[in-house]
């Protein structure tokens, strides 16, 4: 299996700050690799796919890059809806994993 | 627009089958490219992806659990079926469905959700 990982694993930040989370494959994945934001009590969202591509009706304050083993999640300008947890899954192999997640709480 | 509802037990026993049931609406299982698969979620930690079937009735599975797993689509025509056997504490999760089309690698659209207890 592909191995995912993230960092950092929890972030303190404030309202109107650049936030960066970044993921890492064990392995070459190319780019597919989609971005989920998930609040206490409810289903991940998709925010990215593709390593770039922000799925329809995502704030474009999201975005995706990377390639290969290395990607970034950016927020430009962090909003009071943002504070959740962010995960990345990568989907080149059909084990689909996911990595530990980014918890993005208040500073 | 696309919904899927998650239904089933919320406590099982060691060693008991579970058998989870996802409602699909919105778009039909037999459209070409529409894959209907199940995911787990322990407390606190990352989700993982379980088995996918396709419109074609195309089956996979996680390669660590799929001598426990097996999915089927049901009679109703709108509906996925997941068996999971022996269920162990460990198996203690949120279980989702999610709907996955076949040209994407990504779940798009996922259930609300159902946590399933596993205690004696």
């Known amino acids: 299996d592909i191995q995912m990982t993230q960092f950092p694993s929890t972030l303190s930040a404030s309202v109107g700050d650049r936030v960066t989370i970044t993921c890492r494959a064990s392995?070459?994945?190319?780019?597919?690799l989609a971005w989920y934001q998930q609040k206490p009590g409810k289903a991940p969202n998709v925010l990215i796919y593709?390593?770039?591509s922000l799925e329809s009706g995502v704030p474009s304050r999201f975005s995706g890059s990377g390639s290969g083993t290395e990607f970034t999640l950016t927020i430009s300008s962090l909003q009071p809806d943002d504070f959740a947890t962010y995960y990345c899954?990568?989907?080149?192999?059909?084990?689909?994993?996911f990595g530990p997640g980014t918890k993005v709480e208040f500073k | 627009q696309i919904t899927l509802k998650e239904s089933g037990p919320t406590l099982v026993k060691p060693t008991q089958t579970l058998t989870l049931t996802c409602t699909v609406s919105?778009?039909?299982?037999?459209?070409?490219?529409?894959?209907v698969g199940w995911l787990r979620q322990p407390p606190g930690k990352a989700p993982e992806w379980l088995a996918l079937?396709?419109?074609?009735?195309?089956?996979r599975y996680s390669p660590t659990l799929n001598r426990r797993l097996s999915i089927a689509k049901g009679t109703s025509g709108n509906q996925v079926v997941l068996t999971m056997t022996n269920m162990d504490l460990a198996d203690t999760a949120t279980y989702y469905c999610?709907?996955?089309?076949?040209?994407?690698?990504?779940?798009?659209?996922w259930g609300q959700g159902t946590l399933v207890t596993v205690s004696s």
């Open positions: 999610a709907l996955k089309y076949f040209w994407n690698g990504y779940p798009s659209t």
């Open positions: 919105g778009v039909s299982l037999s459209a070409r490219g529409v894959g």
């Open positions: 079937i396709y419109w074609n009735d195309d089956e």
């Open positions: 392995q070459n994945v190319r780019r597919w």
């Open positions: 593709d390593a770039s």
């Open positions: 899954q990568q989907y080149n192999t059909s084990s689909q994993t």
